[in-house]
Nanobody, 116 residues
Framework: QVQLVESGGGLVQPGGSLRLSCAASGSRFSIYSMGWYRQAPGKQRELVALIDTIGSTNYADSVKGRFTISRDNDKNTVYLQMNSLKPEDTAVYYC??????????WGQGTQVTVSS
């Protein structure tokens, strides 16, 4: 089993920045891709950003140009730098790791609130 530990969420004013971190740990495992998802109250969980083992990335249109996903393979850690935050970015953000062809692991989620 792979455990994902997230940190970095909090309350920030519109236009501010936050940096989320997600560290994977456990017994012997491989991580093929990692990503960030978010879920606002009353809404479905949605993809924010993905990164694969060679650093290729994909972003939701709503965050392109504002968010940056990065990965440290040696540390099994993925980051999400969030700049120019908007109130509509308010959500619980979840880290995800694909650990096999058929399995993935989810973090516990961290709250991000953007409010003036």
């Amino acid at each position: 089993q792979v455990q994902l530990v997230e940190s970095g969420g909090g309350l920030v004013q519109p236009g501010g920045s936050l940096r989320l971190s997600c560290a994977a740990s456990g017994s012997r495992f491989s991580i093929y891709s990692m990503g960030w998802y978010r879920q606002a109250p009353g809404k479905q969980r949605e993809l924010v950003a993905l990164i694969d083992t060679i650093g290729s990335t994909n972003y939701a249109d709503s965050v392109k140009g504002r968010f940056t996903i990065s990965r440290d393979n040696d540390k099994n850690t993925v980051y999400l730098q969030m700049n120019s935050l908007k109130p509509e970015d308010t959500a619980v953000y979840y880290c995800n790791a694909v650990i096999s062809a058929t399995r993935s692991s989810w973090g516990q989620g961290t709250q991000v609130t953007v409010s003036s």
